[in-house]
């Protein structure tokens, strides 16, 4: 029983992986890109992908959402991202976290950085509480207060955030551009090698801290989570047959306690406690599938205490 | 307590679709306003800024 019980987990491990590198592939399809180095101009890039993939990765096809709430609130004059902010909030709304931890491709490279065997650190349960607040004012300062407010003589912006911090930006498309293109490589300066460092140490830091840049730095993720608690796709607990043996709490890569705060703003829906859960009480719950009345399930109860 | 969570449901229930119409909202509005053109002008260029050059 247990070794089938392995066995699932083992194979649900690697559907997961299938589903994120097919996903990674869909978002950067442009395989000519890589190939002669350009980046894809097509009409697809009027639309904002649900993930954080640079839109100057040269096999990109679409636009990421970051980037583009930043190109739209910092243009000449300063415009509301209404079409930027609506496609965010349907994503919330649809899929929620589940974005991170099903379709990200940075998370995905982050996944395969923690298979490292190597021991895990867990950081002291009240820096990670204030940690986790980094991300949204990431969110709030560098993506939407200053490209919104500090502008040039001729009335635009930065986009703060992919210029200073973005790793996913550096990896997909400063590196290889850079590598591949002469002029490109001419340009550089410390604001490449910047960003190499902050990229090296946040690849690193994820080695040892599974999903290190979506618990404390992603913007995107923090602004899905505000938007994980009613989203369509969701898990659930059946606090009835849970029997508390705390598996589920040692898989997480988001360290959070499934039983908990499972759906909440810090889970990504990933499914792991899930696969290891011997009760099989954890169920991921689109509404059509949602349990009848009378099985108690707990719901992302962030304070702590499960509702049944 | 089934009453509070039948009563929890409708409320996320309720959230859920208001926040579907204000995004079909938001997008429409957005895709009024041509703000597309904008994404698909910064997203065609290669962004300097975003991959540490610029």
């Given amino acids: 029983m247990h070794r089938d019980r392995v066995r699932s987990s083992v194979s649900r491990q690697k559907v997961r992986t299938v589903i994120q590198l097919c996903s990674a592939v869909l978002f950067n399809g442009f395989l000519s890109g890589l190939k002669n180095v350009r980046i894809f101009t097509g009409k697809t890039k009027s639309f904002c992908v649900p993930v954080l993939n640079c839109y100057s990765c040269p096999a990109a096809l679409g636009s990421c959402p970051i980037g583009s709430l930043q190109a739209v609130l910092g243009s000449a004059g300063g415009r509301f991202p209404f079409y930027v902010l609506g496609s965010l909030m349907l994503f919330g709304v649809l899929l929620g976290r589940l974005i991170c931890g099903l379709l990200c491709p940075f998370g995905l490279i982050q996944d395969l950085l923690s298979r490292i065997p190597v021991k895990k650190v867990s950081l002291p349960e009240k820096a990670d509480r204030h940690l986790r607040y980094v991300k949204y004012i990431l969110l709030a300062v560098f993506v939407i207060a200053l490209p919104a407010f500090i502008r040039d003589d001729s009335g635009s912006s930065l986009p703060w955030f992919c210029k200073f911090i973005c790793p996913a930006g550096t990896l997909e498309g400063g590196i290889p551009l850079v590598l591949f293109n002469k002029d490109l490589r001419s340009l550089i300066g410390p604001l490449f090698w910047w960003k190499v460092l902050l990229l090296a140490a946040i690849l690193t830091a994820a080695v040892f801290i599974p999903r290190f840049f979506c618990r404390y730095m992603c913007p995107l993720g923090a602004f899905y989570s505000l938007f994980n608690r009613f989203s369509l796709v969701r898990m659930s607990v059946n606090t009835e047959s849970c029997i508390s043996c705390g598996k589920c709490r040692e898989v997480c890569p988001m360290s959070i306690d499934p039983v908990h705060q499972i759906s909440g703003a810090e889970c990504i829906l990933c499914g792991r406690c899930r696969d290891v859960c011997p009760a099989s009480s954890i169920s991921l719950d689109p509404p059509a599938f949602r349990t009848k009345p009378g099985r108690p399930h707990a719901e992302g109860t962030e304070g702590g205490s499960a509702t049944s | ?54």
């Avoid at chain 2, 307590?1 to 926040?19: G, P, V, Y």
């Fill in chain 2, 1 to 54: 307590m089934n009453e509070n969570k039948t009563k929890e449901d409708r409320r996320i229930a309720a959230l859920r679709i208001f926040f579907l119409i204000l995004a079909a909202v938001l997008i429409i509005i957005g895709l009024l306003n041509k703000e597309y053109i904008t994404v698909l002008n910064k997203a065609v260029r290669i962004c300097l800024e975003c991959i540490g050059i610029g």
